[in-house]
């Protein structure tokens, strides 16, 4: 999806400008000078008002995700990123996603006015834009769009093509091991160990059944063999 989405993007906005819709980009505009969504969940977006300011004056105000009234392939391709958050660490929510998927489902659809279609297209913008600044620069941190304001060579495409997984290996391991502990979480029962004091060597401990259930699932036990007798044997532990 993420191949799709950069195919998508570049070629939409290398192409020819698309003829503005005279009755969207007014609402566009305003927007754009408020610096405010009202559907977002963070609707304030000054840091990133230079950059879509400039993406959609490159394009005479046109929609960037629309064609005509409905979704063209780059903005479905988009909103799927943004709804795939979660993968990369990050919280769909932040970004709008379940919103911008639930508005794009409904699309084409006659009761939407230029505001509608003008909301939706400035929304999915900002959003993507505050994805590839949190994917980059990470969420507690600032991003690769700098502490105010985006700098003035910065644009859509170039963001999505090199931005969109940082190429390290550290990060792709990351990833790995995030989606690794989810499913530890999801599938394994990790109840709590039993508190009290300090368990002394040879003594017994309660909670060894829950101890040995827990390592073993995070790979630092080896499981338990069958002896010939059909009984379990003791476990070793990992050097």
């Known amino acids: 999806m993420t191949r799709a989405l950069v195919v998508a993007v570049l070629a939409l906005l290398a192409g020819r400008r698309a003829s503005a819709q005279d009755s969207v980009g007014p609402q566009v505009r305003t927007m754009i000078a408020e610096a405010r969504h009202p559907w977002a969940r963070h609707p304030d977006f000054p840091r990133y008002l230079d950059v879509v300011a400039r993406l959609y004056a490159s394009r005479g105000d046109a929609p960037v995700w629309l064609a005509g009234r409905a979704p063209s392939p780059a903005g479905r391709a988009a909103v799927a990123t943004l709804m795939a958050a979660a993968d990369q660490g990050l919280r769909p929510a932040d970004y709008d996603a379940a919103t911008l998927d639930g508005l794009m489902r409904g699309l084409p659809h006659a009761s939407w006015n230029a505001v509608a279609l003008a909301r939706f297209d400035l929304l999915?913008?900002?959003?993507?834009?505050?994805?590839?600044?949190?994917?980059?620069?990470?969420?507690?941190?600032?991003?690769?769009?700098?502490?105010?304001?985006?700098?003035?060579?910065?644009?859509?495409?170039?963001?999505?093509?090199?931005?969109?997984?940082?190429?390290?290996?550290?990060?792709?391991?990351?990833?790995?091991?995030?989606?690794?502990?989810?499913?530890?979480?999801?599938?394994?029962?990790?109840?709590?160990?039993?508190?009290?004091?300090?368990?002394?060597?040879?003594?017994?401990?309660?909670?060894?059944?829950?101890?040995?259930?827990?390592?073993?699932?995070?790979?630092?036990?080896?499981?338990?063999?069958?002896?010939?007798?059909?009984?379990?044997?003791?476990?070793?532990?990992?050097r």
């Open 124 to 238: 999915l913008t900002v959003d993507l834009m505050r994805y590839l600044d949190d994917l980059r620069g990470g969420r507690v941190r600032p991003g690769p769009f700098g502490h105010g304001r985006a700098p003035p060579g910065l644009d859509l495409p170039a963001g999505i093509a090199g931005a969109l997984e940082p190429h390290l290996a550290q990060y792709h391991n990351l990833r790995m091991h995030l989606a690794r502990y989810r499913r530890l979480a999801a599938d394994t029962p990790f109840v709590p160990l039993p508190e009290g004091r300090a368990t002394r060597l040879g003594e017994p401990y309660r909670g060894a059944g829950a101890l040995r259930r827990r390592l073993t699932a995070l790979g630092d036990l080896a499981p338990e063999r069958a002896s010939p007798t059909g009984c379990s044997a003791p476990g070793r532990w990992r």
